[in-house]
């Protein structure tokens, strides 16, 4: 247990310090989130509209500037090598990479989109769900992105090619929690979207794990 307390303050701190850390995917949410009445207009109505979409679309492209690094840099310096020889399985050790991860970017961003939903003209009401779902949906984000950065160990461009990968597998997670927004939004049955995000998540915390370890195995051997 002390190894992987002490692998999940590693894989935190390292996350902080990587180039900015969360401070870089705050800073690009919120432009995102001062941008967007300037370009589609200050109607409340309108901003209110697609405040949960936007929400969503922002916090999966807020995730995405930080995953490149999230293996690539041990790859690079040999500390992947030296935790493929560790004790603890490297299915657990993707899995607290991409914890570590969440904790870094993912809960920084939970926090800020319901502050970001409602300046956009979201409902208060709306808050709660917004914060639940954002954790939520960043723990799918974590570990479905982390595929993709395991998947792209060693190759040239290997951020673009993460991205590439990441796209397609955080497209379920955006149409569920945003569909779920904007259902409770309108006053409609919102639970069958939060149940789907959830599985979702799920899915992707009991599987990711298994498919990053063997994409490393594989960029190692």
């Known amino acids: ?12 701190a390292l996350a902080w310090g990587r180039g900015g850390g969360p401070l870089v995917s705050a800073g690009f949410y919120l432009g995102v989130a001062t941008l967007l009445p300037l370009a589609s ?5 309108r901003l209110a509209a697609v405040a949960p979409g936007v929400a969503w679309v922002t916090l999966a492209l807020a995730t995405l500037l930080g995953l490149d690094r999230l293996f690539e840099r041990d790859y690079e310096d040999g500390a992947l090598d030296l935790l493929t020889l560790s004790p603890l399985p490297l299915e657990f050790v993707c899995a607290i990479k991409c ?12 926090l800020a989109a319901p502050v970001t939903a409602v300046a956009l003209g979201g409902s208060p009401a709306l808050a709660p769900l917004v914060l639940v ?11 479905a992105g982390g595929i ?5 160990l060693g190759a040239r461009r290997g951020g673009l090619l993460t991205a590439v990968i990441v796209l397609p597998l955080f497209t379920p997670p955006v149409i569920f929690g945003g569909g779920a927004l904007d259902a409770f939004a309108a006053g409609l049955p919102w639970h069958a979207g939060f149940i789907l995000l959830g599985a979702y998540a799920a899915a992707a915390i009991a599987l990711g794990p298994i498919a990053m370890a063997a994409a490393c195995r594989n960029a190692l051997s």
């Open 41 to 45: 207009g200050p109607e409340p109505a």
């Open 99 to 110: 914890f570590g991860q969440w904790l870094a970017t993912g809960l920084p961003l939970a």
């Open 133 to 143: 779902s954002a954790l939520i949906g960043g723990l799918a984000f974590a570990f």
């Open 148 to 152: 993709g950065a395991a998947l792209s």
């Open 1 to 12: 247990m002390s190894r992987a307390w002490n692998l999940l303050k590693r894989e935190t």
